[in-house]
């Protein structure tokens, strides 16, 4: 699948706007957050400043909910929570379909090998004001294959330009390629690694879904296709490369003693540079090959609300997808809040059918791999409840629950280094935990029925109302 094909549709919707001219260094970040908090269309930057024409950028590829449905073929006018439900369905129904060898490789238009490559060419943003160097990852798919069980990740992690022929991997604890990495190094080998720099975004979206343990996310991206994924064989490291890739990568990871580098700051999807600037490891690349006119497809990540790719859409998704396969009843909507930095503050809508439900669908909320990963806060709204509504969760927060009672706090949970609150001596220790509240904003189950009314006139009344009264309303 050709993210070329989708920016075609994105032009023919006017959601797509060429820029010209910009430079690499802060100035397609910064163009980026102004477009996104202003809800503007995704950007393609080309005649980058110092670059050739036709080595291009695009960024805010699917911000908004409308983009975001684009990408999935579905309708782009559903209420928020709808939009959700249509992409859970679509995780529900996932079959794996495997990867199969492609018959046409665009990636292959250019290939370098050796000291021939020059990743310098490409235009990879400085994204933030305080970011210590430049990414060509952000929206990228790093992948691997476990020595030891044989099967292929792929993942987001961000790469950082170190120079013409090293990148910067930074993998927080918990993710796939972690373990796969630390098995080649516990075994005294370099960990080969692939990585791809622009792909569609249907492509793209299983490396940053918190799929599980053993699961192929390109067998994934088949399933979400409804085709294969067609690859190629990278000739140096045997991993699959999808052969409709901008620009790919190939090279190793050496163990860290052999070779480290100084990676970040980076401004992070907290909102905050939490992790500084530290030793990370490398990855030495041998060849990198890339479409003519390649295209960059950067996400960096923009103080909350921003979000440069609109994966809090996905992620709630997948979230909700997680609470069904654990069969969890009567959950009407989940929503991940943007200002909570799309996984801080999940909101759960749930009818209740009996005591105990609520607290079941908040532990549940934070349980499955997706919702387990660096959290904070879970809300169990009603049904009545638009979990994607602030002030009507705020409402249902200020009026449904009660402190003493509904909320619970549960320590020592799955975060990451990333986390701006965590204490500094706890840091030291190398407990990278955090905890989560659950806040039960919905009316207390045994006595629900005795719950006080709404005070809103009913859906019949106003509509009533509204067809008399048209004329004075503004
Ligand atoms: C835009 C974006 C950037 C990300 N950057 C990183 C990163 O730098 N390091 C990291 O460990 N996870 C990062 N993640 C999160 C992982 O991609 C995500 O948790 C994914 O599920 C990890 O794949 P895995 O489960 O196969 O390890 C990022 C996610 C997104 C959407
Ligand atoms: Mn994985």
Redesign the pocket.
């Known amino acids: 699948m050709d993210l070329r094909k989708f920016l075609g549709q994105l032009q023919d919707s006017h959601e797509l706007r060429v820029v010209e001219n910009a430079d690499r260094d802060l100035e397609i970040g910064v163009i980026t957050e102004l477009c996104n908090e202003r809800n503007g269309p995704a950007l393609l930057f080309d005649h980058i400043t110092g670059y050739p024409a036709g080595y291009r950028v695009v960024s805010n590829l699917t911000a908004t909910l409308k983009r975001q449905a684009m990408a999935f073929g579905l309708p782009v006018d559903l209420p928020n929570v709808e939009l959700v439900r249509r992409i859970k369905d679509r995780l529900v129904g996932l079959k794996p379909i495997v990867p199969v060898p492609a018959t046409a490789a665009p990636v292959l238009d250019n290939v370098q090998e050796g000291e021939d490559v020059d990743l310098l060419k490409f235009p990879s943003p400085r994204w933030h004001e305080h970011d210590g160097g430049r990414y060509i990852g952000?929206?990228d798919l790093v992948i691997t294959r476990d020595p030891v069980e044989g099967w292929v990740?792929a993942?987001?992690?961000?790469i950082q330009v170190h120079d013409s022929r090293t990148l910067g991997l930074?993998?927080?604890p918990g993710?796939?390629?972690r373990y796969m990495r630390e098995s080649y190094w516990a075994q005294g080998k370099a960990c080969p690694v692939a990585a791809v720099f622009g792909a569609h975004p249907l492509v793209w979206m299983p490396?940053?879904?918190?799929?599980p343990w053993g699961s192929e996310?390109f067998a994934m991206a088949g399933g979400l296709l409804g085709q294969p994924l067609e690859v190629i064989k990278g000739e140096h490291t045997g991993l699959p490369i999808p052969a409709y890739s901008e620009v790919a990568i190939e090279g190793e990871c050496p163990p860290p003693e052999v070779e480290s580098r100084q990676e970040g700051p980076f401004g992070e999807w907290p909102g905050y540079y939490t992790t500084g600037a530290r030793q990370e490891a490398v990855i030495r690349v041998k060849r990198v090959m890339y479409r003519r006119d390649p295209i960059i497809v950067g996400?960096p990540p923009l103080k909350p609300p921003g979000s440069a790719?609109g994966?809090y859409i996905v992620h709630a998704a997948y979230m909700w997808h997680e609470l069904e396969k654990l069969g969890i009843p009567g959950v009407k909507g989940l929503w991940c809040n943007r200002s909570g930095s799309n996984r801080y503050i999940i909101v759960v809508s749930v009818q209740q059918k009996y005591a105990g439900h609520a607290r079941q669908a908040a532990m549940a909320a934070m349980s499955g791999p997706e919702g387990a990963?660096h959290g904070r806060f879970v809300i169990v709204v009603d049904e009545d409840i638009d979990p994607s509504n602030q002030d009507d969760v705020l409402w249902a927060l200020a009026t449904r629950c009660d402190p003493a009672t509904a909320i619970e706090v549960v320590t020592g949970c799955w975060s990451t280094p990333l986390d701006p609150i965590m204490p500094p001596e706890k840091r030291k220790a190398g407990d990278l935990t955090n905890s989560r509240a659950m806040l039960l904003a919905c009316r207390p189950y045994h006595w629900m029925k005795d719950f006080p009314k709404v005070n809103r006139a009913s859906d019949e009344l106003r509509a009533k109302t509204l067809a008399k009264w048209k004329a004075i309303l503004p």
Do not use: D, K, S
């Open positions: 952000t929206a990740n993942g987001t992690y961000r930074y993998i927080v993710h796939h390629a490396a940053y879904l918190q799929f996310e996400a790719h994966h990963f």
